[in-house]
């Protein structure tokens, strides 16, 4: 998570970006600042990772439409939907999309920063995860390629004779190979090497991890 804990704003309405921006950048946050969701959506794959203040009204494109193109470029950055009055359904909808919260205009300054603080843990279990993804495929990079065929069988649950036979060598061979791979995945154990397997995004089927 950035240290500054970013947050962008996507309003159309300028008083709405002022105020906000001012509120919270007195509160020590970092703040960019978007008049349509349009200008946030052309800009969003260069920004820096933060918390999205999405109004749902917008013209040209409205907060849900919004929520679905971050979703199509594969930006899952937590949004908090800014509702007017009356807009509680959509709000709902947005929830389902994802938002993890909602704010209905006017608000107050607490209620606003309990839903960033809401929204920033959301983005730090995200960038746990990265980590953690980027660190097991790592790993699985230091396999030989023998290796990864028996971690895939591995991953697959099946037993030694299983996996030696799919590749045409020995039990034996399959141990030490076995042995390797624990120990280059630094794994304990097999839950050990599936987290890491999971962790990596593999699920048994050959995949391009390099």
């Not at 105020?19 to 960019?32: E, I, P, Y």
């Not at 746990?128 to 991953?155: C, H, K, N, S, W």
Request: aromatic share 4%; hydrophobic share 45%; with cysteine.
């Amino acid at each position: 998570m950035t240290d500054n804990r970013l947050v962008h704003i996507v309003d159309d309405e300028d008083s709405v970006r002022r105020s906000l921006s001012f509120l919270l950048k007195t509160s020590g946050h970092g703040v960019t600042a978007w008049e349509s969701g349009v200008a946030f959506l052309r800009a969003a794959r260069t920004l820096e990772p933060g918390c999205i203040l999405l109004d749902v009204r917008m013209p040209d494109l409205d907060g849900l439409a919004v929520q679905r193109e971050l979703a199509e470029l594969g930006i899952g950055w937590p949004v908090i939907v800014l509702t007017g009055h009356g807009d509680i359904a959509t709000a709902v909808n947005a929830m389902r999309q994802g938002a993890v919260d909602f704010l209905e205009k006017p608000f107050e300054k607490a209620a606003l920063l309990a839903g960033l603080e809401m929204g920033f843990r959301a983005l730090h279990r995200q960038d746990e995860a990265a980590a953690g993804a980027r660190d097991a495929q790592v790993r699985i990079a230091a396999l030989t390629p023998r290796e990864r065929d028996v971690f895939l069988g591995m991953v697959r649950g099946h037993p030694n004779k299983t996996i030696a036979y799919d590749l045409g060598i020995s039990p034996r061979t399959i141990e030490v190979h076995r042995a390797n791979v624990m120990s280059k995945l630094g794994a304990h154990s097999l839950s050990d090497a599936l987290r890491i397997a999971f962790a990596a995004g593999l699920d048994g089927d050959p995949v391009d991890i390099t």
